[in-house]
């Protein structure tokens, strides 16, 4: 199991004390079984140099010669190496741009096989990142890019001027989360920010990838942009001449309400005059916001008119923006008036008319499925057979030797209001 370029076998036959002897032959190291890197832990600055040697051994410990190793190293950004000529070593240069205690890993590989050693880049006091610091940051607009200049320093407050980075820049609303690697000048790293939600109070935070080392701004606001929209609280299904409320909200292009709003709005609707000819009407019908509003102000409408997908629009015709509600229904009102038709009629003995009735509410919107019942003033007139939506009634006129006149009355159930018609049943 050693390799040497001299050995024989003797072979003795130990009663007879004979023995005879082989001649010399070599015997040389099996295949590759492991390799071994030296040191196996070093530590220097950034900016230092650490030689490392690389050698293979066979299953039994006998070293290989003439290898030719790869080399690498994890992770990538701790620093460089530079490999000899014959693979057999390399120098590993650690980053000057580190400045927080890095672990690593060289690596020496022969196909399948490979050997490793840990090296530690340790920054001395000086150059060993403590925090972030940023430039003061005054009050913001929702979606406008600002400038911002974070910088790393020690525990002592001295400018890191080595750092690169990178470090992950987030702020406190959830609009910025961005991992910065490029653009350090001097430890400092100067950059747009885009904040597109608004709050009064702001923070933004650095925190280094390596280390896990962080930095926070100063709190400022960040006010909502410029007018977008509006937006209307949801309103349910209405009845017609019941008076409802409603928020009316100014936003801009980012979602946010925008609290400094002072414009003019203007409420129209789908819905028409009713057919009785009741105008709908909104309280205030228009509305100069105010600072006491805070972009939000509650209005109330009455609607006259009963329809499908009715909606609200407000409106401020200065600024061109507008906002819609959601589709809702306005029904009919309680029933207040019925008609019959015809109006008037004259029947023969013994003939039959026919007669229909609808019913409305105070507005003139017709009640769809109002359910009647029906009867006349005198049973001289004639007998009803009613149809089976109780919508017309079928009038069979008495056998009378002389004119009867008499009503035909048709009332919504359970209620107390009807109409009725004039019927005359003639010999």
Same mark, same amino acid.
């Given at each position: 199991?050693?390799?040497?370029?001299?050995?024989?076998?003797?072979?003795?036959?130990?009663?007879?004390?004979?023995?005879?002897?082989?001649?010399?032959?070599?015997?040389?190291?099996?295949?590759?079984?492991?390799?071994?890197?030296?040191?196996?832990?070093?530590?220097?600055?950034?900016?230092?140099?650490?030689?490392?040697?690389?050698?293979?051994?066979?299953?039994?410990?006998?070293?290989?010669?003439?290898?030719?190793?790869?080399?690498?190293?994890?992770?990538?950004?701790t620093g460089t190496l530079a490999v000899s000529q014959s693979t057999a070593s390399a120098n590993f240069t650690a980053s000057s741009a580190i400045?927080?205690?890095?672990?690593?890993?060289?690596?020496?590989?022969?196909?399948?096989?490979?050997?490793?050693?840990?090296?530690?880049?340790?920054?001395?006091?000086?150059?060993?990142?403590?925090?972030?610091?940023?430039?003061?940051?005054?009050?913001?607009?929702?979606?406008?890019?600002?400038?911002?200049?974070?910088?790393?320093?020690?525990?002592?407050?001295?400018?890191?001027?080595?750092?690169?980075?990178?470090?992950?820049?987030?702020?406190?609303?959830?609009?910025?989360?961005? *991992?910065? !690697?490029?653009?350090? =000048?001097?430890?400092?790293?100067? %950059? +747009?920010? #885009?904040?597109?939600?608004? $709050? @009064? /109070?702001?923070?933004?935070?650095?925190?280094?990838?390596?280390?896990?080392?962080?930095?926070?701004?100063?709190?400022?606001?960040?006010?909502?942009?410029?007018?977008?929209?509006?937006?209307?609280?949801?309103?349910?299904?209405?009845?017609?001449?019941?008076?409802?409320?409603?928020?009316?909200?100014?936003?801009?292009?980012?979602?946010?309400?925008?609290?400094?709003?002072?414009?003019?709005?203007?409420?129209?609707?789908?819905?028409?005059?009713?057919?009785?000819?009741?105008?709908?009407?909104?309280?205030?019908?228009?509305?100069?916001?105010?600072?006491?509003?805070?972009?939000?102000?509650?209005?109330?409408?009455?609607?006259?008119?009963?329809?499908?997908?009715? *909606?609200? !629009?407000?409106?401020? =015709?200065?600024?061109?923006?507008? %906002? +819609?509600? #959601?589709?809702?229904?306005? $029904? @009919? /009102?309680?029933?207040?008036?019925?008609?019959?038709?015809?109006?008037?009629?004259?029947?023969?003995?013994?003939?039959?008319?026919?007669?229909?009735?609808?019913?409305?509410?105070?507005?003139?919107?017709?009640?769809?499925?109002?359910?009647?019942?029906?009867?006349?003033?005198?049973?001289?007139?004639?007998?009803?057979?009613?149809?089976?939506?109780?919508?017309?009634?079928?009038?069979?006129?008495?056998?009378?030797?002389?004119?009867?006149?008499?009503?035909?009355?048709?009332?919504?159930?359970?209620?107390?209001?009807?109409?009725?018609?004039?019927?005359?049943?003639?010999?």
């Open positions: 199991t050693e390799t040497t370029s001299a050995d024989h076998l003797q072979f003795t036959d130990t009663s007879a004390g004979r023995s005879g002897t082989s001649n010399t032959f070599s015997v040389f190291a099996g295949p590759l079984a492991y390799i071994l890197v030296s040191p196996s832990d070093a530590s220097l600055p950034p900016g230092g140099t650490s030689h490392f040697a690389a050698t293979g051994f066979d299953r039994f410990g006998n070293e290989l010669s003439g290898l030719t190793f790869a080399w690498s190293q994890a992770p990538l950004n400045t927080s205690k890095t672990n690593g890993t060289i690596t020496a590989t022969v196909g399948s096989i490979h050997g490793s050693s840990q090296v530690h880049v340790v920054p001395g006091a000086s150059q060993l990142l403590d925090h972030f610091t940023f430039s003061t940051i005054p009050a913001q607009v929702a979606g406008v890019p600002f400038s911002v200049t974070v910088t790393a320093v020690n525990s002592t407050g001295g400018v890191i001027s080595s750092y690169g980075g990178p470090f992950r820049l987030t702020d406190s609303t959830g609009s910025v989360n961005a *991992t910065v !690697t490029t653009g350090f =000048s001097g430890g400092s790293w100067t %950059g +747009t920010v #885009n904040i597109t939600k608004s $709050s @009064s /109070a702001v923070t933004l935070t650095a925190k280094d990838m390596a280390s896990g080392r962080t930095g926070m701004s100063n709190s400022f606001e960040v006010k909502a942009g410029a007018l977008d929209h509006f937006a209307i609280s949801k309103i349910a299904n209405q009845t017609a001449g019941m008076q409802f409320s409603f928020n009316v909200t100014a936003i801009d292009p980012f979602g946010n309400k925008k609290t400094d709003y002072a414009g003019k709005v203007m409420l129209t609707t789908t819905d028409g005059p009713s057919p009785a000819g009741n105008a709908s009407s909104f309280s205030p019908g228009q509305y100069n916001f105010t600072a006491s509003d805070a972009g939000q102000h509650s209005f109330a409408a009455t609607l006259y008119k009963a329809a499908n997908g009715v *909606t609200i !629009t407000a409106t401020d =015709s200065a600024a061109g923006r507008h %906002g +819609t509600s #959601n589709s809702f229904n306005v $029904s @009919s /009102a309680a029933v207040a008036k019925v008609n019959v038709s015809p109006q008037s009629v004259s029947v023969a003995s013994g003939n039959t008319a026919i007669f229909s009735a609808k019913a409305f509410d105070g507005f003139g919107n017709q009640i769809n499925g109002a359910k009647f019942s029906w009867s006349v003033n005198s049973t001289s007139v004639g007998a009803l057979v009613p149809s089976s939506d109780t919508a017309s009634v079928t009038l069979t006129a008495s056998i009378v030797s002389s004119a009867v006149a008499g009503k035909v009355i048709a009332t919504v159930l359970s209620t107390s209001v009807s109409g009725s018609a004039q019927v005359t049943v003639t010999p």
